[in-house]
């Protein structure tokens, strides 16, 4: 294949390319809780099924994945274990949390639970519900492809870093 | 139910029988904390009260007392069919007697209320928190501790103590003729969980390896305590409903029966035929997708992954029904006290029927898969194995205590909703390991669409509510044109249903065994204190003794058969 013909080539940003590669094979590590870890099962079955969406590879280890999908309540006793494993995840990360539990302590305001995981860990993306359906968590899924698209390619801790000096 | 077991208690021990009350077919007796020991074992030894089952340990504060708490021992005989509430005052700073020698359920049990109330139990193995963390200060489920004050936790526990770990030979003793010893290597200690895909769950376990082989090991849970009995003394008696839905989140709908099921009996009313048909046919709708999760999981943790996918398509046909009758599919908020949410769509019956036959072809093919299977065989029969003797010994109901070879249903034994009028066998196992746990599960499933099928061929017409002023909303007709309907509408919607003051304990057979509410209300328009007694929370307490002296891989397929939900689990 030579390069003289304009069709055999495109040319674009590293980071558009990059981003769109990352947009579809995110690898989720589902961080599965409660009632919602009940509606991800739903998300990978083959009736709703995540794959359409190039994320079906779900990795129980943070080290192979790249999207936390945090599905359920977090504990106060869960909370060092969530910061733990979002730490042990290599860049570049993101983060959904899934269902009102998960974003925001839920209807659980009580001794016990944590009221959002943006507490410990940030979080890119919340997902309304209780649990969110399929569809809701599918949806969010395409909300953080467009989110991905537009990034720049620094890591989330240069993001913050940026974010915290303006 | 008769008084016979109280008046053989008192009969027995006379001066230190403080009470006795016979209230809702329970028999609660009232004895000095002295005493409780040796009330407690005879109950247990005593040929005639035989009271195999120690189903929970309930703590309730009353800060205005002298003795502020009270401890409450929930018994059950299984072959007189009689229940006994065995009731201790203690003051604060007073230590109860533990009973954990006596049922092993009693020791997690135990743990839980010296956890949430600080009640010292004497001769307790290993009493530690329980449910919230290791940072915790306070007792959460004092009524002097606010709902809303949060604690952070910094750090994680070791569940094995550094001296278990370096001398674990030695305090294993005789496990080091092994490979271990031969090769002249150390234990090796693992954890796993709270966040692992064999867990299901926020659990986790550390256990310590001779080989592959678990020598030792200690569970942890409270990973999902999300204080459902303290919110349910902050919310009215139907607010409580949509927590319900969050405990054994697989089955949502068998807890709904269940909780109000519970709340009728301390009313006393109930409900018009029409609904306690359409409550067992929700509960059985309930359990089979309970099963088809738990199965389904279960094979996946062993190596069959296909099955799981063939249950979950069966489980998606059941949400689609779920999600017409209800509006959402999971957390379902169906029942209402003194009847239900809303009546049967049109076109309910054929939908079900047509899920149930999915249900049933689902079925078909994973059991042709695996019932004959090597590998499944190979993986499940002779493993985890649980002598009847031992499960009640450990509090086990449901599946995983009929595995043993036991067959107390809830269903049989205590008829609710009219269960005594459908035709349903109990399965049970021969020789309580993985495998019968699992055909146990799947022959349950064959039995409720059995039941669903019945109930909806006497489906009756009829109300959905009771008439009951206490707790059914009058019609829009009453509050606009009469004085009395608009108060009572007034007072429905701003105090909320009022059961009458008392104690009462409402059991019905959920998905993983028994499940039971212990109420006390004390006439307001909120529980005084709700106690939830869940199936799995025994049956993972004796985890630890199942998997040892197994493999680790076999502790995996053990686990899975055991449906810990930990929703329910933790509360």
């Known amino acids: 294949m030579t390069l003289d013909h304009p069709q055999n080539y495109v040319t674009t940003k590293l980071r558009q390319a990059i981003n769109w590669g990352r947009k579809y094979s995110l690898f989720p590590m589902p961080f599965g809780t409660a009632c919602c870890a009940i509606e991800f099962m739903g998300v990978v079955g083959s009736f709703s099924d995540i794959s359409r969406f190039g994320a079906e590879a779900v990795r129980f280890s943070p080290r192979q994945s790249d999207l936390l999908i945090v599905a359920g309540t977090i504990s106060y006793k869960q909370a060092p274990i969530l910061k733990r494993i979002y730490e042990q995840m290599a860049e570049p990360k993101w983060v959904i949390a899934m269902g009102v539990c998960a974003s925001s302590g839920g209807f659980y305001n009580n001794y016990g639970t944590l009221q959002g995981t943006d507490r410990v860990i940030p979080t890119d993306l919340y997902v309304a519900g209780c649990p969110p359906s399929p569809e809701n968590l599918l949806h969010a899924l395409v909300l953080l492809q467009n989110k991905i698209e537009r990034e720049g390619l620094e890591t989330v801790k240069e993001r913050h870093r940026v974010a915290a000096s303006t | ?571």
């Open chain 2, 1 to 571: 139910m008769s008084r016979r077991a109280l008046d053989r208690l008192a009969e027995r021990f006379g001066p230190d029988v403080l009470e006795t009350q016979s209230h809702l077919g329970d028999e609660s007796v009232t004895v000095r904390r002295p005493a409780l020991r040796s009330v407690l074992q005879f109950c247990r030894d005593d040929p005639q009260l035989h009271m195999h089952l120690l189903l929970d340990v309930v703590g309730v504060d009353y800060p205005g007392r002298p003795q502020r708490f009270d401890v409450v021992y929930i018994l059950r005989s299984l072959s007189t069919r009689e229940r006994v509430r065995v009731k201790v005052q203690v003051a604060e700073g007073e230590a109860v007697p533990s009973v954990s020698d006596l049922w092993y359920s009693a020791n997690w049990a135990e743990r839980e209320v010296y956890d949430l109330f600080g009640v010292r139990f004497d001769g307790h193995p290993d009493l530690r928190r329980i449910l919230c963390h290791h940072e915790f200060q306070g007792h959460a489920l004092r009524k002097d501790y606010p709902i809303e004050r949060g604690q952070m936790c910094y750090t994680v526990e070791h569940l094995l103590s550094d001296a278990e770990i370096a001398h674990g030979r030695e305090l294993v003793g005789s496990a080091a003729q092994g490979d271990a010893a031969e090769i002249k290597s150390d234990f090796l200690s693992v954890n796993i969980g709270p966040s692992h895909p064999a867990t299901h769950g926020a659990l986790r376990i550390e256990a310590l390896l001779d080989g592959e082989t678990i020598v030792h090991s200690k569970a942890e849970i409270g990973y999902l305590h999300r204080c459902f009995e303290k919110e349910a003394e902050d919310h009215t008696w139907t607010q409580i409903i949509p927590y319900t839905d969050r405990l054994n989140y697989v089955s949502a709908l068998t807890n709904n029966v269940a909780y109000v099921l519970a709340v009728e009996k301390l009313l006393g009313i109930d409900v018009p035929e029409r609904a306690r048909v359409i409550r067992v046919i929700v509960a059985e709708m309930g359990r089979i997708m309970d099963h088809l999760v738990c199965v389904g999981a279960n094979l996946v943790d062993i190596g069959a992954l296909t099955n799981f996918w063939y249950f979950w398509n069966a489980r998606e046909r059941l949400y689609g029904v779920v999600e017409r009758l209800c509006g959402i599919r999971l957390t379902t908020n169906y029942t209402r006290i003194g009847g239900l949410y809303r009546d049967l769509y049109e076109g309910f019956e054929q939908d079900l029927r047509d899920a149930l036959e999915h249900v049933e072809r689902a079925i078909q093919d994973v059991t042709g898969l695996v019932q004959r299977n090597r590998i499944f065989f190979d993986r499940t029969v002779g493993v985890g194995v649980v002598s009847a003797q031992d499960a009640l010994d450990w509090g086990f109901t449901g599946p995983c205590l009929r595995a043993c070879g036991v067959d107390y249903d809830v269903r049989k034994a205590f008829p609710y909703s009219g269960y005594e009028q459908y035709e349903f066998d109990i399965p049970v196992g021969e020789n309580g390991d993985a495998y019968d746990r699992v055909l146990v599960r799947i022959e349950e499933m064959h039995q409720s669409i059995g039941i669903l099928r019945q109930a909806l061929g006497r489906l009756p017409d009829g109300p959905i509510q009771s008439a009951d002023r206490r707790v059914a909303m009058p019609s829009k007709d009453e509050v606009y044109n009469s004085i009395e309907g608009m108060m009572n509408h007034f007072k429905l919607v701003f105090e909320g249903i009022q059961v009458p003051a008392g104690e009462g304990y409402g059991f019905t057979e959920g998905a993983n065994g028994e499940l039971g509410f212990f109420i006390v209300s004390d006439g307001s328009g909120r529980p005084y204190r709700i106690k939830v007694r869940p199936p799995c929370f025994p049956i993972f307490s004796a985890y630890t003794k199942m998997i040892q002296g197994q493999m680790l891989a076999d502790a995996v397929a053990i686990l899975g058969g055991l449906n810990i939900i930990a929703g329910e689990l933790d509360r």
